[in-house]
């Protein structure tokens, strides 16, 4: 991921802390889910949920 994508992923967890009075652990949760979301889609098989199109997508990246 680009920087610049990275920044605005993880401003989902970050912005409401800043504008709501959180616990931190509320914190690390909600960034602890955004970590781990997208591994089910990223492991490359087909069972268990994995897309096999978004594993070459990752192995062939000069194409789409």
């Given at each position: ?56 997508h ?7």
């Amino acid at each position: 991921m680009h920087p610049v994508e990275i920044a605005l992923y993880f401003s989902g967890c970050l912005l409401p802390t800043l504008f709501i009075a959180q616990h931190p652990l509320h914190y690390l949760f909600s960034k602890f889910l955004k970590e781990i979301a997208p591994a089910p889609g990223h492991h490359g098989f087909r069972a268990y949920g994995g897309q096999l199109n978004h594993y070459l997508h990752h192995k062939k990246f000069e194409c789409n």
